[in-house]
């Protein structure tokens, strides 16, 4: 694969793009359910004359089949067409060298110490200065929004660790590089002397510092000697708080300082440290504020022309990764109009049947490919490398490539100036009257900052690419309860409900700019919320009908039920195989299905009630972080698969009720037709099969209602709640 002659040199490409096979045949398939489909709607409406019992559920449920069917409609096009990238890092070394790489700014973000420990974070951080990458073109950003000393402290710590980890690393060429899943993944049995004498000794290092730093978390504060080693502190006074605290620019390692150099005489790269300036009474527009922050401080530090942005949780497990993304951007051919490369989120506490649905297989295997088989990608806000250039506004027809490579830092400065000169760029009042949040930088006003702004940058004419390599980039953490994973979908879907609602409606805001294939994948995920509304329609009406005997369905032996039929099997056959294809089991093909239902049924209703409040003016954008540290008794819980039913109670009595629902309306229709009560009731069939899949797919909420008794089962008030609310929809309902 790697070629040495001249000539090569200039016209072999250093990444190679493949499309997904049987596309065609997918087409196929994809349009005999549209048929489906369509017949389904027609027998809606054919028969709408015809009923004369249940009118109005026959009117909802024919509402709800045309929300499901458009929103189907919406999902195809990001199967069309599916793309996958080969880089060729070797080729790159080989035409570059070492000296002419370009250099690199790494973002991490954390936000609060005690949902984000900072163990977690230098663990990241370590990893991102490990990178097999000359490290001084390497440098990395901390954000701070927490504002927290303790972040500080760990930070300093692992700075100081980074001189033997990072030798450490090149030198036996280790892998993952942050230290902690490292230790957790490998040991040092069957290995050389010299190689199981520096592995003791380096994690005898990190268990020093990790302990350390639990400590200080512990106590929640920092320990008096360190504090006063490190002038750094002085910065951080007992009025200090999270939302209230003025700027803290510190360069911990100066990349320049070459006395700032590892065990082996290697310079590390630059860290920085940065807490923006934060008043209650100035928005901070959380985690995109942080990075429209950082892309300032780092302009005026190092200035790379490449920005790679990680949540505090993402760490790198691929030492090559800068080197793959690079290939991408570094091609003659095809690299000078790339915007930014986007990895899949993974995480690294998927358990087998990843019953919470964290994993996102299909979305990562298929659909995020399948929007870059039109050209773009969706950014998703970490494990992303943005060409500075393009999140500075820039449109692609007024770029010129060589600004890019000339990005040089501005070397005369000493620290003091170059922290003093930073904290002016970090005030809250800094953007007042600017255009960062609207055509600079990250986009305010949504969560999820990291959809719009990929939706913005691909307006203005700039590709960008989808990579999925086999072996995984970055890492993370998944929710290990039900109401973080609620709390998480919550904030997607209200965010990219929002989205859909503002101006940057993929189908207008992108009207002429992108393909309208990139649009419908855009909206695939922006519509989430909505599509509560019909789920919710179907999992209510249809056990109240079947119940009071009135038939939503055609009977078995119609033939319109064939429409029905077909488009349920067929479009959950191939969702199960596309679930197998990605590796998984069946059982957590199940789960994925479960999860979806309970998102649809309560995260996804609040996000659509909250974006619809913030959309008529009554409430304000917010951020619930994801909680990423675990109680043992949580992660016991979440080891074994069983699901925990923390969280809100409303949110609770909602999926209780639903499922006790279904429950209730399919006994009473198996006693009607037991009882022949009415010459219709072979027309109840499939109520009956719907009603049982509900009643089996929500097994795991009986088990919480009426047979555990661990803590994360269902409380007999909710439990109580739930039955009457029940009871009552189903015999009060106006049918
Ligand atoms: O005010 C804030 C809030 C969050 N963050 C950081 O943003 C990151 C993502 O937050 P997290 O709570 O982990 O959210 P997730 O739902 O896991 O994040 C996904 O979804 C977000 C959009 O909702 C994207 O920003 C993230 O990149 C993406 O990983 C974390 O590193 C946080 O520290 C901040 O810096 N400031
Ligand atoms: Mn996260």
């Given at each position: ?555 078995l032996s119609s033939p319109w039920s064939l429409a029905f039929a077909y488009a349920f099997l067929a479009n959950y056959g191939y969702s199960l195989c596309e679930y197998l294809s990605c590796g998984s089991t069946a059982k957590g093909w199940w789960n994925l299905q479960r999860m979806k239902l309970i998102h649809r049924t309560t995260s996804y209703l ?40 923390g969280g809100s109670p409303i949110m609770l009595t909602i999926l209780a009720t639903v499922a006790l629902l279904n429950l209730f309306g399919l006994i009473g229709g198996i006693k009607r037709i037991m009882m022949d009560l009415e010459s219709n009731s072979s027309q109840l069939i499939v109520q009956i099969m719907l009603c049982s899949l509900m009643v ?40």
């Amino acid at each position: 694969m790697e070629e040495k002659g001249v000539g090569e040199k200039e016209c072999v490409p250093l990444f190679e793009t493949k499309e997904g096979r049987l596309r065609g045949v997918y087409k196929v398939f994809s349009c005999t359910i549209f048929v489906a489909i369509s017949l389904i709607w027609v027998f809606r409406v054919v028969n709408m004359g015809t009923v004369t019992n249940g009118r109005w559920a026959w009117i909802a449920v024919f509402i709800s089949e045309l929300g499901f069917g458009l929103y189907w409609i919406i999902t195809q096009s990001v199967r069309w067409r599916i793309l996958y990238q080969t880089p060729f890092k070797h080729r790159l070394f080989h035409r570059y060298g070492e000296a002419n790489l370009p250099a690199v700014d790494i973002f991490v973000c954390t936000a609060d110490p005690m949902l984000e420990p900072p163990c977690m974070v230098i663990n990241t951080i370590l990893s991102a200065m490990a990178y097999n990458y000359p490290s001084n073109k390497l440098s990395v950003y901390l954000s701070d929004d927490g504002g927290s000393e303790l972040t500080f402290y760990a930070l300093l710590k692992a700075s100081i660790f980074s001189k033997h980890w990072s030798p450490f690393c090149r030198r036996f060429n280790v892998e993952p590089r942050s230290p902690e899943s490292y230790f957790a993944t490998q040991n040092c049995s069957n290995s050389t002397a010299e190689f199981a004498q520096a592995w003791l000794f380096i994690k005898k290092l990190y268990e020093d510092m990790k302990s350390e730093i639990e400590s200080a978390v512990a106590m929640g504060k920092v320990p008096e000697d360190a504090r006063n080693e490190h002038r750094g502190f002085s910065q951080w006074n007992p009025k200090t708080t999270k939302q209230d605290h003025p700027s803290i620019v510190q360069i911990i390692i100066d990349g320049r300082d070459k006395s700032d150099v590892d065990g082996e005489g290697f310079q590390l790269p630059t860290v920085v440290y940065v807490a923006r300036e934060k008043r209650p009474n100035y928005p901070h527009h959380f985690k995109a504020g942080a990075i429209n922050t950082l892309i300032r401080v780092s302009s005026e530090i190092s200035n790379a022309p490449f920005i790679l942005n990680l949540d505090c949780d993402m760490y790198s497990n691929n030492a090559d990764t800068i080197r793959e993304i690079l290939c991408f951007f570094m091609d003659e051919k095809k690299g000078h109009d790339i915007a930014y490369v986007q990895f899949p989120q993974n995480y690294n506490n998927i358990t087998k049947n990843d019953h919470y649905a964290n994993s996102y297989l299909v979305i990562n295997e298929f659909e995020l490919g399948g929007i870059s088989g039109y050209g773009a990608s969706l950014y998703c806000g970490t494990g992303c490398l943005h060409r500075r250039e393009s999140l500075s506004g820039t449109y692609l027809k007024d770029y010129k490539t060589e600004c890019d490579i000339k990005l040089e830092r501005n070397d005369n400065r000493t620290i003091e100036e170059l922290n003093e000169g930073s904290k002016a760029l970090t005030t809250c009042t800094y953007e007042q009257g600017t255009q960062w949040g609207k055509e600079m930088g990250l986009v305010y006003g949504t969560p999820v900052e990291d959809i719009a702004t990929g939706l913005v940058i691909s307006c203005r004419g700039w590709k960008s690419i989808y990579y999925n390599p086999e072996r995984k980039a970055f890492v993370g953490v998944a929710p290990t309860s039900l109401e973080v994973a609620c709390v998480q979908h919550k904030r997607w879907s209200e965010g990219m409900f929002q989205v859909f609602f503002s101006k940057y409606c993929p189908f207008i805001y992108g009207h002429g700019k992108i393909n309208f294939g990139v649009q419908m994948g855009y909206c695939n995920y922006l519509l989430w919320a909505p599509m509560s509304l019909p789920t919710l329609c179907y999992l209510i009406v249809s056990p109240i009908c079947l119940l009071h005997g009135i038939p939503l369905f055609p009977q078995l032996s119609s033939p319109w039920s064939l429409a029905f039929a077909y488009a349920f099997l067929a479009n959950y056959g191939y969702s199960l195989c596309e679930y197998l294809s990605c590796g998984s089991t069946a059982k957590g093909w199940w789960n994925l299905q479960r999860m979806k239902l309970i998102h649809r049924t309560t995260s996804y209703l609040f996000g659509f009630l909250d974006a619809m409040t913030k959309q008529l003016g009554l409430s304000q954008t917010n951020f619930s972080i994801t909680d990423k540290a675990v109680t043992d008794d949580i992660q016991k819980r979440y080891e074994q698969e069983v699901i925990d039913f923390g969280g809100s109670p409303i949110m609770l009595t909602i999926l209780a009720t639903v499922a006790l629902l279904n429950l209730f309306g399919l006994i009473g229709g198996i006693k009607r037709i037991m009882m022949d009560l009415e010459s219709n009731s072979s027309q109840l069939i499939v109520q009956i099969m719907l009603c049982s899949l509900m009643v089996l797919i929500n097994l795991p909420v009986f088990e919480a209602l009426f047979i555990r008794n661990d803590k994360g089962c269902i409380s007999s008030l909710v439990m109580l709640k739930s039955i009457v609310l029940a009871a009552l929809t189903l015999y009060l309902a106006p049918f």
